[in-house]
């Protein structure tokens, strides 16, 4: 079944990328000029405030507001020597200590940004977790034949001590060839964050992940593609350099779209994005689902259909 990946670029203030299969829309991604994107970021900060009845402490960063970090995703290798062993948060680490931390979830409202010292790396096929042991495979993998092969391939692989690894959902059909070009590469890309952290003073930005356009290439481009349309002739010559990299024998599906409508016109998508931020969701059974986000929590009201009647209970049976 065709599957096309749609990317509208032409507007420089806002960047769209759609997955569209059999003309429905599947995934959507959107990026605005005038709000900065941090998740994944990784950054040098100093701790602020130690909050122990949060258990958290929060993080000078050099964003506007500091980050929040709780206990649970602080690396043991950043805790103090305490007196008696405790593990209480104000215990095991200290005002103004510095730490290496990457953005898990973007600042909201008034609240800052999520943030942990579990560093991720991802590539093409894998993902780089310095200072863990866990090796794996995405759960999106579900052929049991494939990962039991995958599974072969990471015992194959020479992954220094001290590094997790996960292979990604793009993995499936991997190679051990490509798959040790992506772990090198990961590996270059980690030392050299290392070596920012040591010169640079904190609060500053250690490695900054790539732009909307790319992240979705490498993130959701499969062999399941068969066509990448891009309306602007810069992003066009950016994604096909980059797919020559991840994939060299697709690089001809990357096309510059010179369509006379906008390109999520054609393609009938637009309505479809519209229904994607209604709070209301209709469902088939006649009922809806209103989900609203607040700086607190996300809320679902779920409301049934008005002529719903739950099903009559069969009449009980004497034997």
């Known amino acids: 079944m065709s599957i ?5 670029a032409i507007d420089p203030e ?10 429905k829309l599947e995934e959507f991604y959107i990026e605005s000029a005038s ?17 122990p009845s949060l258990q958290a402490v929060f993080v000078d960063y050099g964003a506007e507001r500091h980050g929040f970090l709780q206990r649970h995703e602080i690396h043991s290798d950043y ?21 290496m931390v990457q953005v898990t979830k973007e600042p909201f409202m008034k609240k800052g940004a999520m943030l942990t010292t579990y560093i991720s790396l991802a590539g093409r096929h894998l993902v780089l977790m310095p200072g863990s042991d866990r090796r794996g495979i995405s759960r999106k993998i579900d052929d049991e034949d494939e990962r039991s092969r995958l599974k072969d391939l990471i015992a194959k692989l ?4 001290g590094f997790g690894l996960i292979v990604r959902t793009v993995g499936v059909n ?16 980690w030392e050299n964050i290392k070596k920012s952290v040591m010169k640079e003073p904190a609060p500053a930005l250690l490695y900054r992940e790539r732009h909307l356009v ?3 290439i490498r993130d959701y481009f499969t062999p399941e593609v068969d066509e990448i349309l891009i309306d602007d002739p810069a992003v066009f010559q950016e994604v096909r350099d980059f797919i020559k990299i991840i994939s060299r024998k697709h690089h001809k599906i990357v096309k510059l779209y010179k ?24 469902l088939k059974s006649g009922g809806s689902i209103v989900i609203e986000q607040t700086e607190a929590l996300v809320s679902i009201d779920v409301n049934s259909s008005p002529t719903w009647r739950p099903p009559k209970k069969p009449p009980a049976s004497f034997g």
């Open 79 to 99: 805790f103090q020597e305490s007196e008696g062993g405790s593990h209480s948060i104000e215990k095991i680490v200290r005002r103004g200590q510095e730490v």
């Open 14 to 23: 806002e960047c769209r990328v759609a997955k569209v299969k059999a003309k």
């Open 259 to 282: 369509g006379a409508k906008p390109i999520f016109t054609q393609f009938g998508i637009e309505s479809q994005i519209t229904t994607i931020f209604e709070s209301r969701v209709r």
């Open 214 to 216: 790319l992240r979705s």
């Open 174 to 189: 991997c190679t051990k060839t490509l798959m040790s070009r992506d772990l090198r590469y990961l590996q270059r890309l």
């Open 158 to 161: 020479k992954i220094p001590e």
């Open 35 to 51: 709000r900065e994107i941090t998740q994944g970021n990784i950054y040098k900060g100093t701790i602020s405030r130690i909050e």
């Open 4 to 8: 096309k990946i749609l990317i509208n």
